[in-house]
């Protein structure tokens, strides 16, 4: 079962596909030929991936949450590389398929991160200006930092299909999905390059992954596209934390903070202190719980049971984010200077059988590693940024812990009950 040992995969082919004459489209190669990554990486990295589809979010939670628990029990916790054992042959088929592609999603997830991209986001969430060529569009958008434009990828993966066949399905997915999207306004932005990642999970003992991406420009036109060109990915990245907001709180709250009416300044959130860092809990709020007034705006009632769900977000970077969804006027600058996490950080979550993604998004890691669980105080204020107005950072200050107790509750009764955070723990508020 695979409980902890980190895992490598290989980048086995990598394709470069010709960028076409429009100047806007300017390829990227992967920076990386080799992946290593825990068990709480790649199970963070397909939440992240499924949290944004346009299906019921519930289900999908649920889904990742089952194939998290699938899938260790088809890796071994002994080999370096990872691989799908023969006993996942046992599997149904649609279980199989179902568990490959949310596998594949995860780890294409994992090669872009390596490669430097932040934020990630669902490319049906945006709109294509003009007339689309094709039926088909790619799974994802990724946002690097200081790049106004963005990357589209698409996710591949089997478990029972031959190299050579595979490989074409991926160059197949580059051409279809991906390349007919280079160079076009969707949304607010443009998408200047894109990937096809494959995950190739047939063989028991090392999986491989193929990569087929927009092929680097020539040295001879060194001129890339206009900053006038008018592509703004704060839409992606936005919708990034709406995203995470989602795996925190479910897809009422997510859902009404991708449209900006949910009030975090009027929440009360949990925080619990890991790695010298504070964090904000994921809490999974019962969907009756969440209503709407008569502004419109999605609050919860006053009674509601939840749980901890393991999942958390950086202090400081939610407050960011808060800011920007209560701003009168949110401005994309509001998304820039995000906290970033250093290796040894993201290493030290590793130790902890966690894990920290760029974009502020964690795992958390062993409860003997959190501490200082805080249901009622109010967290450390934000330090204003230069790049983000003053009275927006004032709309975040009011984040406070969201638990309280029972007033029967005996103090031993409250301490066990916050003493696993990352585990299912049952509480109601009052």
């Known amino acids: 079962m695979w409980k902890a040992k980190r895992k490598l995969l290989t980048i086995e082919q990598v394709s470069a596909h010709p960028a076409g004459p429009s100047r806007l489209i300017r390829g990227r190669a992967p920076g990386s030929t080799e992946l290593s990554f825990t068990p709480a990486e790649l199970f963070g990295a397909m939440a992240q991936c499924s949290s944004r589809a346009r299906t019921d979010q519930r289900a999908a939670r649920a889904q990742v949450a089952f194939c998290k628990h699938l899938i260790a029990q088809h890796v071994d916790d002994i080999n370096d590389r990872f691989a799908l054992l023969n006993s996942a042959r046992d599997l149904k ?5 179902a568990m490959t592609g949310l596998v594949g999603d995860g780890i ?42 963005v990357a589209l990828a698409e996710s591949k993966a089997t478990k029972g299909t031959s190299k050579g066949a595979f490989n074409e399905r991926v160059e197949d997915g580059y051409k279809g999905q991906v390349e007919p999207y280079l160079g076009r306004k969707i949304g607010s932005w443009i ?26 420009p020539d040295p001879a036109n060194s001129d890339g596209p206009d900053p006038k060109e008018g592509s703004d990915p704060t839409g992606v990245r936005f919708g990034s934390y709406c995203g995470v907001i989602t795996l925190l709180f479910g897809p009422e709250v997510g859902e009404a903070a991708r449209s900006r009416l949910w009030r975090p300044s009027e929440q009360r959130f949990s925080t619990v202190e890991w790695l010298g860092r504070t964090w904000i809990l994921g809490e999974e709020v019962d969907a009756a719980a969440i209503v709407t007034d008569h502004r419109g705006k999605v609050v919860f009632k006053r009674t509601w049971s939840h749980w901890f769900n393991g999942l958390a977000i950086d202090l400081e970077t939610a407050k960011r984010v808060f800011a920007y969804i209560e701003a009168e006027e949110p401005e994309a600058r509001m998304l820039e200077n995000i906290p970033e996490f250093g290796s040894e950080l993201i290493e030290a979550a590793k130790e902890s059988g966690g894990a920290i993604f760029p974009d502020g998004f964690a795992v958390l890691g062993r409860e003997e590693d959190l501490t200082e669980l805080q249901p009622n105080a109010i967290p450390p204020k934000a330090p204003a940024s230069p790049v983000v107005k003053t009275d927006d950072i004032k709309v975040a200050e009011s984040v406070v812990a969201r638990l309280t107790y029972h007033e029967t509750e005996t103090e031993a009764t409250q301490e066990e009950k916050f003493k696993l955070p990352q585990a299912l723990i049952y509480v109601t508020r009052e």
Do not use: C
């Open 191 to 216: 998408a200047s390059h894109g990937f096809a990642v494959g995950s190739w999970m047939t063989s028991v003992k090392r999986a491989e992954i193929f990569v087929h991406h927009t092929a680097l």
């Open 108 to 149: 294409a997830y994992l090669q872009m991160v390596r490669d430097g991209y932040r934020w990630v986001d669902h490319f049906e969430d945006h709109v294509v200006h003009g007339k689309r060529t094709t039926g088909r569009s790619p799974d994802f958008i990724f946002s690097r930092s200081n790049d106004l434009y």
């Open 93 to 97: 088929d649609y279980v199989r398929k």
